[in-house]
Antibody
Framework: QVQLQESGPGLVKPSQTLSLTCTVS??????????WNWIRQPAGKGLEWLGR???????NYNPSLESRVTISMDTSKNQFSLHLNSVTAADTAIYYC????????????WGQGAQVTVS | DIQMTQSPSSLSASVGDRVTLSCRSG??????LDWYQQKPGQAPKLLIY???KLHRGVPSRFSGSGSGTDFTLTITSLQPEDFATYYC?????????FGQGTRLEIK
């Protein structure tokens, strides 16, 4: 059973960089044809897809954030990370990591979420 | 971006009821539509993928249908644990986009 767990600072100052890591257990992030995603949810609001990294290392980002977001992978630790720079209060949200099966695409495993506050 | 619109925004129903939730996309997305259930304080959980395929472990009272731009999630015989918020999401193209959610409440 694959499990994902987000970790990182819960409080980030405005204009700084938000960095979160998702640790994957129960399977290798380099096996299969999976995409590893970041999704966020402001309090009381809906879900926003931020971007993804493929098993092979290629990335796709939401154009609304593309100039600020980077997703990377550390295969030695079986982790992938989110970096969002120049944050503002609007970036305050719960951040989830999730696995996408590939084709057809759907998020079958999610982390429990990490609350990040920009203040 | 493909806009996803869910209706209604909220719905009151009783245990045992049959309910239908709707989702419409701003352009055709073929069958690439997924449904998630989210309870307070929890991550979303996958219910249905590719419009009508039941994810493993999901009770058979959940079903999905539709293609193109119009989709529905039907829950037959509502159970107490089904009261939650439901989101549709298009997986046709990136950026993936979600509907605003339908909150299903106990009447």
């Amino acid at each position: 059973q694959v499990q994902l767990q987000e970790s990182g600072p819960g409080l980030v100052k405005p204009s700084q960089t938000l960095s979160l890591t998702c640790t994957v257990s129960g399977g290798s992030i380099t096996s299969g044809s999976y995409y590893w995603n970041w999704i966020r949810q402001p309090a009381g609001k809906g879900l926003e897809w931020l971007g993804r990294i493929y098993t092979g290392g290629s990335t796709n980002y939401n154009p609304s954030l593309e100039s600020r977001v980077t997703i990377s992978m550390d295969t030695s630790k079986n982790q992938f990370s989110l970096h969002l720079n120049s944050v503002t209060a609007a970036d305050t949200a719960i951040y989830y990591c999730a696995r996408d099966m590939g084709y057809p695409n759907y998020f079958d495993f999610w982390g429990q979420g990490a609350q990040v506050t920009v203040s | 971006d493909i806009q996803m619109t869910q209706s209604p925004s909220s719905l009151s129903a009783s245990v045992g009821d049959r309910v239908t939730l709707s989702c419409r996309s701003g352009q055709s997305i073929n069958i690439y539509l997924d449904w998630y259930q989210q309870k307070p304080g929890q991550a979303p959980k996958l219910l249905i993928y590719a419009a009508s395929k039941l994810h493993r472990g999901v009770p058979s009272r959940f079903s999905g249908s539709g293609s193109g731009t119009d989709f529905t999630l039907t829950i037959t015989s509502l159970q107490p644990e089904d009261f939650a918020t439901y989101y549709c999401q298009q997986s046709y193209t990136t950026p993936y986009t979600f509907g605003q959610g339908t909150r299903l409440e106990i009447k």
